[in-house]
């Protein structure tokens, strides 16, 4: 038993010298004249991982559904490198999308790298979520990326070559309280994702699944919010604001770019969402039982009731706050502010 114990120590550590090497030795996947299209490019995470490609010479496309906020970001973006492509496009629509792989192919030329970033985000209470707000997160998260990947697949398997990123969530991996309808969704582009990367490696074609922690992003002011909506609002907005439990989008957006350069299979993003990830597969009962004493100090259903309110229609005396700080500058940063709010 010692030699098979010593054996087995010996292969181990020669396979985790074996895989440290070649990460090592793994050349970077350079972004310079790379096609790169990114959706939901026009705020937030979207816009911070765009400024960083044009930085190292990315041809990008960007699209979402505003075309007012595509244009400032198309602006904001030529001050990094080329001023990008943009389409406004529903990427839960399978033509636009179509219309939209044609028209970056036509200017720019084979897309070389996908990022799946376009997301919406409901809060409240499961007894004030509807069937419409799943089906809208579904059509978002899950539907998006399936319509884009179809859509530049083809053409990467054809090339033997590609990347494709997924920007799932921690919501992807840990259900939590009052984000049922994002969870669901984020669950459902995790599994897809995952799945994705075993079948079409083959190929040459390389996926990544990104799942965020809280970031100061600005976006709390554009997500939704149902039952007891300022309060709601609030709590969300000032959990995206603390520096020790959330990182900026800068950050972020470093470590998503480098996750598809060194081909990595999956990155979350933050320690403490690392943290609530491991610690839930380890002790996932003991997580649900933490997380429902968690929703016990959420607001309690009431309220606009299933009606939707976004951010910017839900201020209370508690935002913006010197708690909420990060996230107002964020917001100013990102775009996530029409010019008349700012």
């Given at each position: 038993?010692?030699k098979?114990?010593?054996?087995?120590?010996?292969?181990?550590a020669?396979?985790?010298?074996?895989w440290?090497?070649?990460?090592?030795?793994?050349?970077?996947?350079?972004?310079?004249?790379?096609?790169?299209?990114?959706?939901?490019?026009?705020?937030g995470?979207?816009?911070?991982l765009?400024?960083?490609?044009?930085?190292?010479?990315?041809?990008?496309?960007?699209?979402a559904?505003?075309?007012?906020e595509?244009?400032r970001?198309?602006?904001?973006?030529?001050?990094?490198?080329?001023?990008?492509?943009?389409?406004?496009?529903?990427?839960?629509?399978?033509?636009?999308?179509?219309?939209?792989?044609?028209?970056?192919?036509?200017?720019?030329?084979?897309?070389?790298?996908?990022?799946?970033?376009?997301?919406?985000?409901?809060?409240?209470?499961?007894a004030?979520?509807?069937?419409?707000?799943?089906?809208?997160?579904l059509?978002?998260?899950?539907w998006?990326?399936?319509?884009?990947?179809?859509?530049?697949?083809?053409?990467m398997?054809?090339?033997?070559?590609?990347?494709?990123?997924?920007?799932?969530?921690?919501?992807?991996?840990?259900?939590?309280?009052?984000?049922?309808?994002?969870?669901?969704?984020?669950?459902?582009?995790?599994?897809?994702?995952?799945?994705?990367?075993?079948?079409?490696?083959?190929d040459?074609?390389?996926?990544?699944?990104?799942c965020?922690?809280?970031?100061?992003?600005?976006s709390?002011?554009?997500?939704?919010?149902k039952?007891?909506?300022?309060?709601?609002?609030?709590?969300?907005?000032?959990?995206?604001?603390?520096?020790?439990?959330?990182?900026?989008?800068?950050?972020?957006?470093?470590?998503?770019l480098?996750?598809c350069?060194?081909?990595?299979?999956e990155?979350?993003?933050?320690?403490?969402?690392?943290?609530?990830?491991k610690?839930?597969?380890?002790?996932?009962?003991?997580?649900?039982?933490?997380l429902?004493?968690?929703?016990?100090?959420?607001?309690?259903p009431?309220?606009?009731?299933?009606?939707?309110?976004?951010?910017?229609?839900?201020?209370?005396?508690?935002?913006?706050?010197?708690?909420t700080?990060?996230?107002?500058?964020?917001?100013?940063?990102?775009?996530?502010?029409?010019p008349?709010?700012?």
């Open positions: 038993m010692n098979l114990a010593k054996g087995a120590l010996v292969l181990g020669a396979g985790a010298s074996a440290l090497l070649a990460r090592v030795l793994r050349p970077a996947y350079d972004f310079r004249r790379k096609v790169v299209l990114l959706t939901g490019g026009s705020r995470l979207g816009l911070v765009a400024r960083q490609l044009a930085r190292e010479g990315a041809r990008l496309a960007l699209c559904r505003d075309g007012e595509l244009e970001a198309a602006d904001d973006v030529a001050h990094f490198g080329h001023r990008p492509l943009t389409d406004v496009c529903d990427v839960t629509d399978p033509e636009d999308v179509r219309h939209l792989v044609e028209r970056v192919n036509g200017a720019l030329g084979p897309i070389d790298v996908l990022i799946n970033n376009a997301g919406v985000i409901q809060v409240g209470p499961q004030v979520m509807t069937r419409d707000d799943y089906e809208q997160a059509r978002v998260h899950f998006g990326p399936y319509n884009t990947v179809e859509a530049v697949l083809p053409q398997r054809r090339r033997h070559a590609g990347r494709i990123v997924n920007i799932s969530s921690i919501g992807g991996k840990v259900a939590v309280p009052h984000l049922l309808p994002y969870c669901a969704s984020k669950f459902a582009l995790v599994g897809f994702s995952e799945g994705l990367r075993s079948e079409v490696a083959p040459g074609v390389v996926v990544t699944t990104v965020p922690g809280l970031m100061r992003t600005g709390p002011r554009n997500a939704f919010f039952g007891q909506h300022r309060k709601e609002h609030a709590w969300f907005r000032i959990s995206d604001s603390l520096p020790l439990l959330t990182i900026s989008a800068e950050h972020a957006a470093r470590q998503v480098d996750a350069r060194y081909g990595r299979a990155v979350v993003l933050s320690l403490p969402a690392k943290l609530a990830v610690f839930h597969g380890l002790f996932p009962g003991l997580t649900a039982n933490l429902a004493l968690v929703d016990r100090l959420l607001p309690a009431g309220g606009i009731g299933t009606e939707l309110r976004a951010g910017k229609d839900s201020e209370s005396s508690a935002t913006p706050s010197a708690l700080t990060l996230t107002e500058e964020a917001a100013r940063r990102n775009n996530e502010m029409a008349s709010e700012g």
